[in-house]
């Protein structure tokens, strides 16, 4: 399985996916990256993802910012800012929703909240994986709940890594 965005060049993320792109009321970045996924198993019936930032680790308090999840992703293509409106596919809360992210709602961190590194230049990594089934869940799920359910029905996956630098 491969997995590519033409939201990343030359393995850095635009602008606009991250903290000089489009903004909510609370300065998280709402612009979700676009990505295709080809070369996937011929048994899979969904898709899930993780975008992770583990560079912030030291920054955070100590665990790895969770950009974005999404699960049940039915089809091999999702469209630049697809997470504010999406309807054909479920998506788990962000890191937002954190004490060092504000304590946001879950309804606010059920979506793409993209980079927004403190400390110079990061690496995000996109995690696809294509499964042979449709996971039970709904929107707002947990990070850990969506690897429970994955465990077993993990057909392929696929890391896309691009930097994002506060500096511009």
């Known amino acids: 399985m491969k ?3 033409k939201g990343i060049k030359n393995g850095v993320i635009e602008d606009k996916y991250g903290m000089r792109g489009p903004l909510n009321e609370y300065e998280v ?4 990256l676009p990505l295709k996924i080809t070369e996937a198993p011929a048994k899979t019936l969904s898709y899930a993802l993780v975008l992770e930032d583990k560079d912030d680790f030291p920054s955070n308090g100590g665990f790895s910012w969770i950009h974005w999840t999404a699960a049940n992703i039915q089809k091999d293509e999702l469209q630049e800012n697809e997470s504010m409106g999406a309807t054909d596919f479920v998506q788990g809360v962000n890191s937002w929703i954190s004490p060092q992210g504000g304590n946001l709602s879950r ?7 993209g ?3 403190s400390d110079g230049a990061h690496v995000y990594e996109l995690h696809v994986y294509a499964l042979d089934t449709l996971l039970q ?3 707002g799920f947990n990070y850990n709940i969506l690897y429970r359910q994955m465990d077993g029905h993990i057909l392929d996956e696929f890391t896309l890594k691009g930097i994002y630098d506060n500096q511009g």
């Open 29 to 32: 970045p709402t612009y979700s």
């Open 3 to 5: 997995v590519s965005s």
């Open 115 to 117: 980079p927004a590194p």
């Open 107 to 113: 309804d606010l961190c059920s979506m793409y909240g």
């Open 137 to 139: 869940l709904e929107n």
